[in-house]
């Protein structure tokens, strides 16, 4: 009977041995709460680490960490690249490729994996850090990528196969823009895995070739303007400006040029001693098939009043001209989209 008692004694104290080593070793702070960087290194690792209140929200801020590392990352990049892009081919320097809103509003992540949370009793914070596997992500996202490539190089050949110089300059706008979105994924690449994005060196190149490729088609395109119910040049004047500033070549006549943008100018007036007018503008620029290739429409919608119609022109067709010069110029900025 003794021996069975000292055995069951013995057996229970084993299991809380057992119990007790169990309880240390949970207890037991984990080497990534004070140095996740060396327990998840950075070669083969993308790790952050949230500290928080609660489980829920250490997990919930190690991922945000994530989040904000690749779009903070992915903005500074691709602002950099695009721009040194555009320096590097001869476009004009003081034009602002990428404006203040940043580029990648939002981040798609995956492949996240999670420590399990410990708490430090001391600091009574709860930890836990997300992390991802630099391997196993390409393998995921490489076929984001090349879709990304596919479109790209998809709106080039369409450019190349246009034979109208100034719908050519339209179709290498769009490629440019979808050459935007391929620089994007490549820079999410390159924080996944530089080593795998590196292969898409030359389609980096490629892209970069767009705005001189526009460049060089708008070369091409020179214009003859035909203006009707202007008053003193002031239209005329201003619409050559803007061309002119947007890499086209403007001729005071006809010969030799493939394109004619016709301008009409209506003052639209109103009554008479005083006269009422709200001047518009119409602009149509056809090639020499009569394909319409661009086109305009400006109006001032607030009345000029004088004593006389060439007196109101004088006051508000400066208004149009200016509205019309904007309009053109972001209408422009969109097709060629470098600008």
């Known amino acids: 009977m003794k021996k069975i008692v000292t055995k069951r004694l013995f057996s229970s104290a084993a299991v809380l041995f057992a119990a007790f080593l ?9 080497d990534w709460v004070t140095d996740y960087r060396t327990v998840y290194p950075d070669s083969e690792y993308i790790v952050q680490r949230g500290r928080a209140d609660t489980e829920e929200t250490s997990r919930t801020e190690a991922i945000a960490q994530i989040a904000r590392y690749f779009q903070t990352s992915v903005n500074a990049n691709l602002k950099t690249s695009i721009q040194s892009v555009s320096s590097g081919l001869n476009v004009d320097e003081t034009t602002t490729v990428i404006n203040d809103v940043d580029v990648m509003s939002q981040v798609d992540l995956f492949a996240v994996e999670y420590t399990d949370p410990y708490y430090n009793k001391k600091e009574k914070k709860w930890y836990c850090v997300a992390y991802i596997n630099r391997e196993n992500a390409w393998v995921q996202y490489k076929p984001t ?23 050519k300059c339209t179709a290498y706008g769009r490629a440019w823009k979808s050459g935007i979105k391929f620089l994007e994924k490549l820079e999410y690449a390159r924080i996944l895995n530089p080593k795998k994005e590196a292969a898409y060196s030359a389609d980096r190149t490629t892209v970069s070739e767009i705005p001189s490729l526009i ?16 008053y003193g040049n002031i239209i005329s004047s201003a619409i050559t400006e803007v061309f002119s500033k947007n890499g086209f ?3 005071k006549s006809s010969g030799g040029t493939n394109y004619t943008a016709q301008i009409f100018v209506e003052s639209n007036a109103q009554g008479s001693d005083p006269v009422s007018i709200f001047p518009s503008l119409d602009l149509k620029i056809t090639s020499k098939d009569g394909r319409t290739v661009f086109s305009n429409q400006t109006k001032v ?9 060439e007196n109101a022109q004088k006051k508000a067709f ?10 053109i110029s972001e209408q422009l900025s969109k097709l060629f989209a470098y600008k």
Not at 301 to 309: D, P, R
Request: overall charge negative; some cysteine; proline content about 3%.
């Open 301 to 309: 919608h607030a009345k000029t009043v004088a004593y006389s119609l």
């Open 318 to 327: 400066p208004v149009l001209a200016d509205e019309a010069a904007k309009a």
């Open 249 to 251: 070549m403007i001729s």
């Open 145 to 167: 990528v090349d879709v990304a490539k596919s479109e790209f190089y998809a709106m080039c050949k369409n450019a190349e196969k246009e034979t109208d110089s100034f719908s």
């Open 22 to 30: 169990c309880f240390a070793k949970a207890s037991k702070m984990p």
């Open 215 to 230: 460049s060089q088609e708008q070369q091409n395109c020179r214009i003859y303007l035909s203006v009707s119910g202007d």
